[in-house]
């Protein structure tokens, strides 16, 4: 439902606290909405221009993935349908063999889709939707300095040598996996903090459209599996798909000119090289060098009643789940809940957000991981395909009883940590099903011909009179061919 300017002005008007945002990025953004909306007087603070009038945005641009949870968390602040009519909708991955033949994999039933989205976009979406609450002031060039968690003094620089102080009643860390919020919490007893570089980085290549028209099946995320790297290609509304080459760094450092750039496509992907240009490919591939990827763990998510961290300051993630964003926005639908159920106390809400929130951060960060394997590896397995069409068959008949891992993730808002264990419950279930199946087989198979087999010698004879009759009768007009 979209929000009426009168309710937005009117928000809550209980306690009228202010509520510092750190960061304004995509969680940060959307973060000060959900304050805005209950009343605070929301200050976003941000160390970067304002994107909306940047001639160059800086920052990641890997296309982002939006799914059901991150649709729930922008529908209850009424930005979903303004999103996703600027989405691309995705009903399953196409992957291409080595040879070039495509074979889509549905990501779930029929209607469920996921949707490719614009980072830039987006952010600059929910960063005017946050301004248009009268209680929100945006302030951009705004580098965090220093804070208190005691007092709740924040100190920020800007680029002109000044300095801006404030005082805030609830700090929230929105700053991203290098979190300068989260600093402080390393210099506290008892936090928990780990830091994952994986050996793999991704370069970004763009595919431009042919003749008006996007170079392949618009509707599908593109994936080239070749088990120890892969690329995928995500639709964009400029009829442009956005390739990302995720490979071992070593393996990018040994390709150091345009010919073997060539080579390397010519050898992996062969079919996208008409697609990108081999032009284009030669100076894309060495426009920026291969960028890393982190996974970020830490625990308590909050100092005492005035810090709180959320989205990659809390748990930045690998890309391969399509759940880093989804993640950070089910962050603030999260804690709005239990600030409704803890009627806006942060004492009793910021410990309850941390109890809730890390079990599923931590699973959704274990999963990412997981599923960069599956991406580049498992999906060109015949049993990873013949499990996946058993689950959705079981699926089909028992829908309440087991539902695919990535249904669960994607498309519902179970919790990640029950998904996971969930998951786990039915692959036990599910493959000593099948064990139990391919033994009763096999044991029957043995008893009927133990049974039978005096019967079975007695009918290989006919059997043999049978087949040679057959292949020496022939029907008019048909062609016999050989094997």
Known sequence: RVLTDMEKSEGRQTGKKVVAVVGGGLVGALNACYFAKRGFNVHVYESREDIRKAKIVKGRSINLALSHRGRQALKRVGMEDKIISKGIPMHARMIHSLSGKQSPIPYGKKGQYILSVDRANLNKELLTEAET??????????????????????????????????????????????????????????????????????????????????????????????????MI??????????????????????????????????????DTIPLIGAEALKKDYFRLPAQAMVSVKCTPYHIGEKCVLMGDAAHAVVPFYGQGMNAGFEDCIVFDELMEQ??????????????????????????????????????????????????????????????????????????????????????????????????????????????????????????EKIWSRLVTFRIPGMITTQM
């Open 133 to 230: 609450y009268p209680n929100t002031k945006l302030n951009f060039d705004h580098k965090l300095q220093d804070w208190s968690a005691d007092t709740g003094l924040m100190t920020f620089s800007r680029t002109d040598g000044s300095k801006d102080q404030i005082h805030a009643d609830l700090i929230v860390g929105c700053d991203g996996a290098f979190s300068a919020i989260r600093k402080q919490f390393l210099r506290r007893s008892r936090f928990n903090y780990s830091q994952t570089y994986i050996p793999h980085g991704y370069m970004e290549l763009t595919m431009p459209p042919i003749n008006g028209e996007f170079a392949m099946k618009p509707n599908y995320l593109h994936i080239w599996p070749r088990n120890t790297f892969m």
């Open 233 to 270: 290609a995500l639709p964009n509304l400029d009829k442009t798909f956005t390739c990302t080459l995720f490979m071992p760094f070593e393996d990018f450092e040994k390709i150091t000119t345009g010919d073997e750039v060539i080579q390397f496509f010519q050898n992996y992907f062969p």
């Open 342 to 463: 803890f009627n806006e106390d942060f004492s009793a809400v910021l410990p309850e957000y941390t109890k809730v929130r890390v079990p599923d951060d931590h699973a959704i960060a274990d999963l990412a991981m997981y599923n960069y394997v599956e991406m580049r590896a498992h999906v060109n397995s015949k049993w990873f395909l013949f499990r996946k069409h058993v689950d959705n068959v079981l699926h089909f008949f028992l829908p309440k009883t087991i539902i695919p891992l990535y249904t669960m993730v994607t498309f519902t808002r179970i919790p990640y940590h029950q998904a996971v264990e969930r998951w786990h419950w039915q692959n036990k279930v599910i493959n000593r099903g099948l064990l139990l199946s391919a033994a009763g087989a096999a044991l029957g198979g043995s008893y009927l011909l133990t049974k039978y087999s005096h019967q079975m010698s007695q009918l290989a004879v006919p059997a």
